[in-house]
C-alpha cells in the first residue's frame, strides 16, 4: 500500500519503507519485552539467533547510506535491547560481532589491509598518523556484504552445540566418574556423544531451588548413561571420587570468569580443593568483553517462592529472602575451556575477544 | 655542549611540570634532540640518539626512563624501514613524534575511565607510595560520585606515602597514612589493592617502588584484589625470573651507581611483582590480564 504515482521515486519509496521500519520497530520492542518479562529459560542459542535476524533486518531494511549511520543505529537499538535484561549477555555479544562485522567490511572495501585497523598497541600507537576512521564514505554493496557476514554467523551458530560435542572423545575416558550441575544442553550433547563410544558414568548435582538436575539425570539416564542424582550439599563429600567436573555456563567474562547457575562456584571450590580439573563447555557467543566490576549488572534475581513458598505467611514479614539466579566463579578455578573453536585456557580468553570483538564496541 | 643541553631540557621538564611521567620527559627531550640533530644517515641518528639515552640513565636510573629510550628507539627504526630518504624520514619522525607525545598525554584519563567502575561505592583501599597514575584513577572515583576511603604505606625511605596522603586530603578523601610493616596487619580490613608501576616486563609482572611484592603476597594470600595502573609507554623488554635478575642500574639511584661503591651495603628502591600475583592491570590499551602483556610487547618489538 502507499501512494504510488508520478511523482519523485524517493516519495514513492518512502512510505512503504516507512511501514517497514515501524514493523520492524514493532518487532525490536517485542524482543525486548519477551526479554524483559524473562519467564521460561530462555536458551542462548535461540536469544542469539533471534538477535542476529532482528540486526539483519535493521541492516536490510534500515534507513542509512553511510557505514557510520549502521553503526550508530545498531548500536541505539542494541542499547534498547541490552537495557530490557541486562543478564542476557548474548544479545549485546551479537549487536558487538555484527559491529565488528560492519568495520571489517567498510575496511575492505576501503582498500585498507586488514593490519592496520587493529585494536590499540604499542606498536598502532608509534606508527599511526593521525585520526582514525570516520565511515563516511559510502559504498552500495556495503548493505549486501553486511547481509552475507550476517548469515554467515547464523550458519556457525547452527553448528556450535556439535562442533563442542565433537571434542568429547578426547576428554572423556571409560570408566570415569563426571560430575556436573544442573542441566546444560552443550553438556547433555557433549556427553551424549562420549557416550556413544565409551562407559562412563555421571553424577549430576540437583542444583536447588529450580532443580534442573532432575531433567538432565532424566534425558542422560535414556541414553544408557548410568546416572546419579544427588543434592548439592553432597558435593564436597563426593568429589573424592569424581575424575572431572564438566559444566556450561550462561556467559564468559573477559578475564576468563563464569556467570553461571547459581551452585556452580560451591563445584569449583570443591573441584579445587581436589584438584580436579574443571571443564566448561561453552560457545564462542557466550563470551562477553566485559569485566566483573562495580555494575554487577549480571546479577538476576527471581521470585523467592521457589525458596520459601507464600504459605509460609507468618515469618515471611520477619525475614529477607533472595533467589540469585546466577554466580561468579573466578578463572583461576578453571581448568579449560571448550568451545566451537577448540580448547582454551582461561588466561588465553583475552586473544580470543580480540578476534571476535573491536574494543571500541566494549561499551556499547 | 649537546650533552648538557639534553640533560637540561629534561631536568627542565620534570621541574616546570611536576604531574609529567618521567618516561614521558625524556621522550620529550630526546625529540628536541633528534630536531637538532645535524648527522646525515639512520646509522648516525641510531648511535647518537643511543649515546643520549645513556646521559638521560645517568641523570634518572629509573625504569621508565629506559622504557621511554626503547621505546623511542624502536619508534625511529619503525620509521625508517618505511622512508629511505633521510630527509623526508626524519620530517616524518618528527611529525609522528609530536602525535604520539599528544596521544600518551591523554593515556592517564583513559586509564582512570577505565579503571574508576572497579571502585565500589564504600570500598577501602590500600596503595603504596607516590604514583600519579593512582591519584588520577582515585580523583576520577571521587568525580562519579563515589565514597571510599583510603590507605597508604609510609614507603620509607622517602616517605613517598606522605605526600600521596597530602594529595589525597586535597581531593576531600579519607586517608590514612600506615606503617610498611603494618600491610599484613590492615590487608583484612582492605577491598582491594591499587598501586601504580614503573615498568610492567614481559611477563606481565611489575618493578615499582620497594615494599610493592610484600603487598602483593599478602593480597593473595587474603584473597584480595590486586589491580596495577600503568601507562603503555611503561612496557620494557625485561623477563626476570626473580629479585636477583632485575638489573643493579634499576635498583639503585643514578647518584649511588656513580660512586661505583659495594652495591650489597645499600638498600634497593624497587622490587619485582611476579604476574601471578596481579589480578589485573589497567593500561592506556585496555585491562589487560597479565598474560596479555607480553602479547602486546610482541606485536611491537617484532
Not at chain 1, 15 to 21: D, H, I, K, N
Not at chain 1, 263 to 270: C, E, N, P, R, V
Not at chain 2, 125 to 143: D, G, K, N, P
Amino acid at each position: 500500500m502507499g501512494r504510488r504515482g508520478a511523482g519523485s521515486g524517493s516519495a514513492a519509496a518512502m512510505p512503504g519503507a516507512a511501514e517497514r521500519g515501524s514493523e520492524l520497530s514493532e518487532q525490536i520492542e517485542a524482543f525486548a519485552a519477551r526479554l524483559r518479562r524473562g519467564g521460561e529459560r530462555p536458551r542462548s542459542e535461540d536469544t542469539a539467533r533471534q538477535t542476529l535476524s532482528l540486526l539483519r533486518k535493521i541492516v536490510g531494511n534500515g534507513r542509512w547510506s553511510r557505514a557510520g549511520e549502521l553503526m550508530d543505529l545498531i548500536r541505539t537499538e542494541g542499547q534498547r535491547m541490552t537495557a530490557a535484561q541486562p543478564s542476557e549477555t548474548t544479545v549485546g555479544n551479537m549487536v558487538r560481532r555484527v559491529l565488528k562485522v560492519i568495520r571489517e567490511e567498510y575496511g575492505r572495501l576501503h582498500g585498507r589491509s586488514e593490519e592496520s585497523d587493529q585494536q590499540e598497541s604499542l606498536h598502532k600507537l608509534l606508527t599511526s598518523g593521525g585520526l582514525s576512521e570516520d565511515f563516511r564514505t559510502p559504498y552500495p554493496s556495503l548493505r549486501a556484504n553486511v547481509i552475507e557476514a550476517i548469515n554467515e554467523m547464523l550458519i556457525e551458530l547452527e553448528g556450535t552445540t556439535d562442533n563442542i560435542a565433537m571434542q568429547a572423545l578426547e576428554h572423556i575416558h571409560s570408566n570415569e566418574v563426571i560430575m556436573t550441575i544442573g542441566y546444560s544442553r552443550t553438556v547433555e550433547a557433549f556427553l551424549k556423544e562420549a557416550a556413544r563410544k565409551r562407559k562412563f558414568q555421571v553424577i549430576v548435582a540437583e542444583c536447588a531451588p529450580f532443580c534442573q538436575g532432575h531433567e538432565m539425570a532424566v534425558r542422560l539416564s535414556k541414553e544408557n548413561i548410568e546416572t546419579t542424582v544427588m543434592s548439592d550439599a553432597a558435593i564436597f563429600a563426593v568429589m573424592s571420587r569424581v575424575n572431572k567436573v564438566i559444566i556450561g555456563t550462561k556467559t564468559i567474562l573477559a578475564n576468563g570468569a563464569l556467570i553461571a547457575v547459581s551452585g556452580t562456584h560451591t563445584l569449583a571450590l570443591a573441584a579445587k580443593h581436589h584438584s580436579t580439573p574443571l571443564i566448561v563447555c561453552a560457545p564462542m557467543f557466550k563470551l562477553s568483553p566485559q569485566f566483573p566490576n562495580e555494575e554487577d549488572s549480571f546479577h538476576k534475581f527471581v521470585s523467592p517462592q521457589e525458596v520459601l513458598p507464600f504459605t509460609e505467611g507468618e515469618i515471611l514479614a520477619k525475614i529477607n529472602v533472595h533467589c540469585p539466579v546466577f554466580d561468579y566463579v573466578p578463572p583461576e578455578l578453571i581448568t579449560l575451556f571448550i568451545s566451537n573453536i577448540g580448547g582454551n585456557a582461561p588466561s588465553y580468553i583475552y586473544r580470543l575477544m580480540s578476534e571476535l570483538y573491536h574494543p571500541d564496541d566494549y561499551e556499547l | 655542549s649537546e650533552e648538557n643541553y639534553l640533560i637540561e631540557t629534561f631536568r627542565a621538564q620534570l621541574r616546570d611540570d611536576p604531574d609529567v611521567a618521567s618516561a614521558v620527559a625524556a621522550i620529550r627531550a630526546l625529540l628536541g634532540f633528534l630536531k637538532q640533530d645535524r648527522g646525515e644517515t639512520i646509522q648516525g641518528l641510531r648511535s647518537s640518539l643511543r649515546d643520549a639515552i645513556d646521559t638521560l640513565s645517568r641523570v634518572d636510573s629509573s625504569v621508565a626512563v629506559s622504557s621511554g629510550g626503547e621505546l623511542f628507539l624502536r619508534f625511529i627504526s619503525l620509521t625508517s624501514l618505511e622512508y629511505s630518504d633521510y630527509s623526508k624520514c626524519k620530517e616524518i619522525m618528527i611529525e609522528r613524534g609530536e602525535i604520539f607525545l599528544a596521544k600518551v598525554s591523554l593515556s592517564r584519563n583513559k586509564i582512570a575511565k577505565l579503571c574508576h567502575p572497579f571502585i565500589r561505592d564504600g570500598a577501602r583501599i590500600l596503595t603504596h607510595a607516590y604514583s600519579r597514575v593512582v591519584l588520577r584513577v582515585l580523583e576520577a572515583a571521587v568525580e562519579s560520585k563515589k565514597r571510599f576511603s583510603v590507605y597508604v604505606t609510609e614507603s620509607q625511605p622517602d616517605e613517598a606515602g606522605q605526600k600521596m596522603a597530602k594529595a589525597l586530603r586535597k581531593l576531600n578523601i579519607p586517608v590514612t597514612v600506615i606503617l610498611d610493616a603494618a600491610v599484613g596487619y590492615i590487608m583484612e580490613k582492605v577491598d582491594l589493592v591499587l598501586v601504580g608501576a614503573e615498568g610492567v616486563v614481559e611477563s606481565g609482572g611489575i618493578i615499582n617502588k620497594i615494599g610493592t611484592n610484600q603487598i602483593a603476597v599478602c593480597a593473595k594470600a587474603q584473597n584480595k584484589p590486586f589491580y596495577v595502573v600503568a601507562e603503555s609507554f611503561k612496557f620494557v623488554r625485561l623477563f626476570p625470573l626473580n629479585q636477583q635478575d632485575v638489573p643493579d642500574r634499576f635498583k639503585y639511584k643514578a647518584d649511588t651507581l656513580k660512586t661505583g661503591q659495594n652495591l650489597t651495603e645499600e638498600h634497593p628502591w624497587i622490587d619485582y611483582t611476579s604476574p601471578s600475583l596481579i589480578t589485573l592491570l589497567f593500561t592506556d590499551l585496555g585491562v589487560l590480564t597479565p598474560s596479555a602483556v607480553s602479547d602486546e610487547l610482541i606485536k611491537l618489538y617484532l
